[in-house]
């Protein structure tokens, strides 16, 4: 089974528009952690934000905030006032911690293209 | 935050040749982890490489395919070894920041493409 889903490979938002990219994770660890990250067209790695599994608030980075439910098993990420420079793949990662090994594995990613 | 330099950063290469990439971070980090990413595909761990050990290599991955050396603390090399058109992907090496989020910082990837 898929411990990261990503159900969408693509979407198109208008420029200025919030955008939410989702994210559902399968863990029987109580402990662990949710990234989300960037990869632009020039393929580096961006990270961008983290939930803890204990933080009872929402990260928020900026423009970047992250929906967490922990009941769902969720936590989508949302961009406000999406920009051009906003088009790139974005990747849902999972750390569990109860494995003790620092692993983290991603998710099949959704590429996100901002129109003008 | 550390600084992770990797190279090549591209390379085309001849099947059944062997290509070694390397990653340089300049900070001591225990635990580095290789990925591979093929292309228009998410990132699959190869495996995790701590000093003066033998690297743990994840399932469908093997050490004569993809040997891994990491002599030192800061530095990291991993080999893919007779190589075909099935291994053209990016490579990227990575290491856990040191806070308490851990997220990952990445090199720049290798991009290798096997004719």
């Known amino acids: 089974a898929q411990k990261i889903t990503q159900t969408q490979p693509g979407m198109f938002v208008q420029e200025k528009e919030a955008v939410t990219l989702d994210c559902t994770y399968d863990?029987?660890?109580?402990?662990?952690?949710l990234f989300w990250y960037k990869q632009p067209s020039s393929g580096e790695m961006i990270f961008l934000i983290y939930?803890?599994?204990?933080?009872?608030q929402n990260a928020t980075e900026g423009r970047y905030s992250l929906n967490f439910q922990k009941a769902r098993k969720s936590a989508n990420l949302v961009i406000s006032a999406s920009q051009l420079g906003d088009s790139a793949m974005y990747f849902c990662a999972m750390r569990e911690f109860g494995r003790g090994d620092d692993k983290i594995i991603f998710g099949k990613g959704t590429r996100l293209h901002i129109l003008p | 935050s550390a600084v992770i330099s990797q190279k090549p950063s591209r390379d085309i290469c001849q099947r059944g040749t062997s290509l070694t990439i390397q990653c340089q971070v300049d900070?001591?980090?225990?635990?580095m982890f290789w990925y591979r990413q093929q292309p228009g595909q998410s990132l699959t761990l190869i495996a995790t490489a701590n000093q003066g050990s033998e690297a743990t290599y994840e399932s469908g991955f093997v050490i004569d395919k993809f040997p891994i050396s990491r002599p030192n603390l800061t530095f990291s090399t991993l080999t893919v070894s007779n190589m075909s058109p099935e291994d053209s992907s990016i490579y990227l090496c990575?290491?856990?920041?040191?806070?308490?989020?851990?997220?990952?910082?990445f090199g720049e990837g290798s991009r290798l493409t096997v004719l």
């Open positions: 990575s290491f856990t920041s040191g806070r308490n989020t851990g997220e990952l910082f």
């Open positions: 863990t029987s660890d109580q402990s662990y952690g």
């Open positions: 939930q803890g599994s204990y933080d009872e």
């Open positions: 900070s001591q980090v225990t635990m």
